[in-house]
């Protein structure tokens, strides 16, 4: 087992390595040049040659990748082409509402459609069962922005029940109740999409264990289904579920890009947006790797989890 | 495995045959692998709408100069216009006639859904089918590539790499097909390591079949299906993702029509709330496609996978 | 019987052939030890005759046939094949040297794909070498079909479609597809039905015959060796214990190992039964960590201390045998 652990690990370090080769290469497919950007546009032939060398701009792309990682390395990640501030500045500043809004979207997401799936397993082709599938199956099929401006239209515009977006009202307190009814519309955009995937995840593998013999074996043994279902079969086929969420990560990202777009949520997927529109190639590097860097670590987190929850599996 | 005596229709009938004095199953009507499937498939009844409702979309597709009312580029003088019998779903905000945008923007959807898939399917089986076949460092090699390219999200790596190479209908599809073959590659390394062990492989070999032809006509038929389950999904993401990336200004731009980029109007709060008809009915239609496919791949694989169980 | 002849040119000759598979374990995969699956393994076989390989599961006959047709690369040794080395030779002339080496499978089930339909499978191999237009190769797969036993109506099947026996048959046709001079029957009957068993030993048998066919007859038990083979090999632990004619082994037996073979086989005259018995004990021990001197030591009933300790040579001239203390005439 440790010795998987390790392996997994070891495995992960030249993952990392060619994330940061392949961000850096995506990167520099980008036209044009930075320095047209940043220095005045009568600036002389011989001062962009200047601020191109102070930039090492001027040397062959690997040195630039070795300078570039070794500022990495040291926690620097350059400054935006378009503001100037540091990036790593810029960066902090957005992280929070990010993890915020997909944290809790996460939670809220599993919390419903854990529950859901094991009934629908429970009661296989009832009518509760092919409401909730059809449900899943709205949940996975609909784009975020989509259910994003629905929603807006019906609770915010029409119900006027929640804000249309962003994360506190302008000027108001800024208060927990205040963020609260701000996050209810994209936590509800974002749990879909996730509570969807779940539910069906939950539902097949629930059933999976539900066929076993061992089960069996507990139902003539004269156990309550109570105790089957929560003790013997739920935590047997919610271990396969742990590597769901490894999967759920990267889905989760490129949903949360979108409906903090469409909610102007102040997020790391908006500044990806802003990034774009603005050229800011060093800002969108720095969102890239850490988004990469996220779906990496998430991964091993639940490969070693899957690995330290299942006895039976052996790695050699 | 061996023979499957099917119980429903076809009643096996026994008969010796003289040769090896053996008895045989001999089927009234021979069933193959794929009328096996098949027949499953059909069962599965959300598949078979999903099946009809994609084909009503693909020929709306293929049919759309000729049915559209108007030239989906064309601005007329009355624009944000509600419905009316002139424009049945009103006009936009340019002037341009929205039933006619809708029907365009079939064409953009299966193009980027088949095309993309068609492009990182392709790629993803060559991949795998190394990787699992010759093993070693080859194999090392492209699992650590898959890795690294899997730890990137997709859609944000798609999205950055489109506003780098600029956004069109060409490029994304591009994007998109260069970008999903990791999926696959492990689906198909995966078969491919089970598949290879097999005599019949191996018998290939023996026989001094040449390494392609092994590859590609006795291991892949044998390796399709799953293959087949997760393109049919992945059409339904493809399309998701032109949609959003349209949506976000980064895929394909006015005046050509793209469903995604129909909604983008309704980012602005008089056109969300004052104009439904401009944005409702591409939705819809996003949903539609993307639900539709989504059925055909649960029914594909439920009839697949029963299949394999038995 | 083709008897072997001293002045005959053997078509295939085994020397010294090793393979070991390495043991890796940490995390590194470092390679901790080898499973000598086949070790230092030698024979010759003479065009016409059927050299049986005999042993229990895990003794390396699989692994000896599959390195004879070049399923396997060897660690050390040689495979000559009408004089060449099919580790050394080039690609493409490997390629040319499968048509005359052929193997059969045991497991009539994974040994046909699938997705392909017979009469394609059996045309297959001809059209891949070239050797024949479309319309020559069905014409072929009739003429085989027939040759086997199946009605050639049989053709647009799939496998699923056949039984275990028919299944075998086809794999039998599709080895003769190319006309090779050696075929390798890895356990072909051993999968089957034992009412089967006999008719794909008689069908292997006259095909030898009318196509002057060479065989190596892997089984894990003598009864089916006896059927068909003029020699007979018996492997233990990667190493032959004993090589001799059919009747020299079943006659008289050398080696204790032999001998123990020989009684787990069913005596079908009543009036013989009485023989002491010898019976096995224990287990196989394990090829990665086979015991030091005689490999079998550790289940020989006659076994010494300098069997412990050294290994026995394989000697003799035509009966063959690798033991310190072989049995006597009459002995047993």
Request: with cysteine; aromatic share 8%.
């Amino acid at each position: 087992m440790l010795q998987y652990i390790i392996r997994r690990i070891l495995i992960a370090i030249p993952v990392l390595f060619g994330v940061t080769v392949l961000n850096f290469f995506i990167i520099n497919l980008a036209p044009g040049n930075p320095v047209d950007m940043m220095v005045n546009p009568s600036a002389t032939p011989e001062q962009l040659a200047a601020t191109k060398h102070a930039l090492g701009l001027d040397q062959p792309v690997w040195a630039q990748y070795w300078n570039w990682l070794v500022q990495l390395l040291h926690g620097n990640l350059g400054f935006s082409y378009s503001t100037r501030e540091p990036v790593t500045q810029i960066l902090m500043a957005h992280v929070g509402p990010t993890v915020l809004l997909m944290g809790i979207s996460l939670i809220v997401g599993y919390l419903i459609a854990i529950p859901l799936g094991i009934i629908c397993a429970r009661k296989q082709n009832s009518w509760i069962d092919y409401l909730v599938t059809g449900f899943s199956f709205f949940g996975i099929s609909i784009p975020h922005f989509f259910l994003g401006l629905g929603v807006i239209y019906v609770f915010a515009s029409k119900l006027l029940w929640f804000p249309t977006g962003s994360m506190n009202t302008l000027g108001g307190d800024g208060s927990f109740i205040d963020t609260f009814n701000h996050l209810v519309l994209p936590v509800l955009v974002l749990a879909t999409g996730i509570g969807g995937n779940m539910v069906r995840y939950v539902r097949s593998s629930m059933l999976d264990v539900l066929g076993k013999d061992y089960l069996r074996t507990a139902k003539a043994k004269g156990l309550s289904q109570f105790l089957i279902t929560n003790k013997h079969a739920l935590r047997n086929s919610l271990i396969p579920i742990i590597t769901v969420i490894g999967i759920d990560i990267p889905l989760l990202i490129g949903g949360a890009i979108v409906t903090e777009q469409v909610f102007q949520w102040p997020g790391l997927g908006l500044l990806t947006i802003q990034s774009i529109t603005s050229r800011d190639y060093s800002t969108l590097m720095a969102i890239n790797l850490l988004a990469a860097c996220t779906v990496l670590f998430a991964n091993l987190l639940t490969d070693i989890l899957y690995a330290v929850a299942d006895p039976r599996i052996r790695y050699d | 495995m061996g023979m499957k005596l099917n119980p429903n229709k076809n009643v096996p009938e026994m008969t010796g045959t003289e040769t090896s004095g053996q008895m045989v199953v001999q089927f009234e009507k021979e069933e193959t692998y794929l009328h096996m499937v098949m027949r499953r498939f059909l069962k599965h009844r959300l598949a078979c709408v999903g099946v009809a409702v994609f084909l009503l979309i693909l020929l709306i597709a293929l049919l759309a100069p000729v049915i559209a009312p108007q030239d989906p580029a064309k601005i007329f003088n009355e624009f944000e216009a509600p419905p009316s019998a002139a424009h049945w779903l009103g006009t936009d905000p340019v002037g341009r006639d929205v039933m006619s945008r809708l029907i365009f923007g079939a064409q953009v959807s299966i193009a980027v859904g088949i095309g993309a898939v068609a492009i990182y399917v392709a790629i993803g089986i060559v991949l795998g089918l190394v990787a699992g076949y010759f093993g070693g460092w080859v194999d090392m090699l492209i699992m650590r590539l898959t890795d690294v390219f899997m730890s990137f999200p997709y859609f944000m790596v798609i999205l950055v790499l489109v506003s780098i190479i600029g956004p069109s209908l060409f490029n994304i599809t591009l994007v998109i097909g260069l970008l999903g073959w990791p999926a696959i590659a492990r689906l198909v390394r995966g078969s491919v390591l089970s598949i290879k062990e097999m005599d019949y492989v191996k018998a290939g070999v023996a026989l001094g079949y040449s390494t392609p032809k092994i590859l590609f006509q006795h291991i892949l038929p044998n390796a399709l299906a799953p293959i087949l389950v997760n393109a049919t999904f992945g059409v339904a993401s493809a399309i998701i993702m032109e949609a959003s990336l349209s949506f976000l200004g980064m895929g394909v731009r006015p005046p050509a029509a793209s469903w995604g980029n129909m909604l983008t109007q309704a980012e602005s709060i008089t056109v969300l709330s004052s104009q439904p008809w401009l944005w409702i009915p591409p939705g819809l239609m996003i949903l539609l496609a993307v639900l539709s496919v989504n059925f055909i791949g649960d029914g594909l694989r439920d009839a697949i996978e029963s299949q394999n169980a038995k | 019987m083709n008897m072997p002849l001293d002045q005959e040119k053997p078509l295939l000759q085994v020397k010294h052939l090793k393979k070991y598979y390495p043991i890796k374990k940490g995390v590194i995969s470092r390679t901790v030890g080898y499973v000598k699956a086949v070790d230092d393994v030698s024979f010759d076989i003479y065009p016409g005759e059927t050299m049986g390989i005999v042993g229990e599961s895990g003794c390396g006959k699989s692994t000896t046939g599959r390195s004879l047709v070049r399923l396997e690369d060897p660690t050390a040794g040689q495979v000559l094949f009408q004089g060449k080395d099919l580790a050394t030779v080039s690609q493409k002339e490997m390629r040319k040297l499968r048509t005359d080496l052929q193997i059969i499978f045991q497991d009539p089930y994974s040994s046909l794909n699938p997705r392909k339909r017979i009469g394609d499978l059996l045309a297959e191999p001809l059209l891949a070498h070239k050797l024949a237009t479309k319309a020559e190769a069905e014409k072929k797969v009739n003429e085989i079909m027939e040759i086997v036993g199946l009605p050639k109506q049989y053709k647009n099947r799939y496998p699923h479609q056949f039984s275990g026996g028919q299944r075998q048959r086809i794999g039998i046709a599709r080895a003769l597809m190319l006309r090779p001079k050696l075929i390798i029957c890895d356990e072909p009957v051993s999968a089957l039905d034992v009412s089967i068993q006999a008719q794909v030993l008689n069908l292997l048998k006259d095909l030898q015959k009318s196509l002057n066919l060479t065989y190596v007859f892997i089984a894990h038990g003598l009864g089916a060796v006896k059927y068909i083979s003029d020699r007979i090999t018996v492997m233990y632990l990667g190493k032959v214990m004993e090589l001799a004619t059919t009747r020299e082994i079943f006659e008289h037996p050398k080696h204790p190992y032999t001998e123990i073979l020989l009684n787990a086989y069913p005596i079908p005259n009543p009036h013989e039964r009485n023989r002491t018995q010898m019976v096995i004990e224990g287990d196989v021990p394990s090829p990665a960590n086979p015991p030091k001197g005689c490999v079998f030591h550790t289940r020989c009933p006659f076994a010494k201390d300098i069997c412990r300790e050294k290994a026995p040579g394989l000697t003799g001239k035509d009966h063959l045998v690798a033991c310190h203390f072989p049995i006597d005439e009459g002995k047993a």
